[in-house]
């Protein structure tokens, strides 16, 4: 398979963000995640330090590997493929959002004891994780099957 | 994907032109060789200036590279076996 720099980064940032927060997340819905927001504060460290290095090792790695392409600026397909894929990232953080919002309001009058701050710290994670899942994810899509 | 209302022969002008290869062609109009490659395909239309970028590597009129087949002709041509 014939993938640019770009595409591998794509995809590298794709399993890396799988991976480290796809750990955390099984360990949340296992009932096994933190239980306090100190203590997901530390896991929310250790998540950002395990995917930066991840990231950098196998950016270094690909660009290693093309030190031409890597260091080639982006042509407006790419270019494209970005802007369609952040808009695919943004309506997904959107509903993430409405619906921490939707989780905030009804869950305070409905049932107020349910609604933590660990809880909606979580929601809100999840929202961004799917978001950038989905950016990503639609980027790769477009790179493979056209624009 | 929905195929592109566009075709072209920017394989065929490579072929004319001593075989030039994807890279070169993609070097000579500063894009990378995946997007020579979806273009060829038909999986992605360049802007107007890459379009007379690529008629003017080959030295040809942008017609003699493009072709344009209204929606009409593609839907059709998508029923052939």
């Known amino acids: 398979m014939d993938l640019s720099f770009h595409e591998k980064s794509a995809a590298i940032s794709l399993l890396a963000i799988l991976g480290t927060y796809g750990y955390y997340f099984y360990f949340v819905f296992l009932g096994l995640g933190p239980s306090s927001t100190p203590e997901m504060l530390g896991w929310m460290i250790a998540l950002v330090v395990v995917l930066v290095v991840v990231e950098v090792l196998f950016h270094i790695a690909i660009a290693v590997f093309n030190p031409a392409e890597a260091n080639a600026r982006t042509d407006e397909r790419e270019k494209l493929i970005l802007l369609k894929s952040h808009r695919v990232g943004y309506l997904i953080l959107a509903a993430g959002v409405m619906l921490t919002l939707g989780r905030i309001l009804f869950g305070s009058v409905f049932a107020p004891e349910e609604v933590t701050l660990l809880g909606i710290a979580n929601l809100l994670l999840f929202s961004f994780v799917a978001a950038e899942l989905g950016h990503y994810g639609a980027q790769l899509y477009h790179y493979r099957r056209g624009v | ?81």
Request: with cysteine; proline share 5%; hydrophobic share 45%.
């Open chain 2, 1 to 81: 994907m929905a195929k592109l209302p566009i075709s072209n022969c920017i394989r065929r002008l490579r072929f004319d032109a001593g075989e030039m290869t994807q890279k070169a062609l993609a070097e000579k109009l500063g894009v990378t060789r995946q997007t020579v490659i979806a273009i060829e395909a038909g999986k992605y239309s360049p802007s107007l200036e890459v379009a007379f970028r690529i008629a003017e590597v080959f030295g040809v009129d942008i017609g003699q590279v493009f072709e344009y087949q209204p929606a009409s002709a593609v839907a059709a041509g998508d029923q052939e076996p």
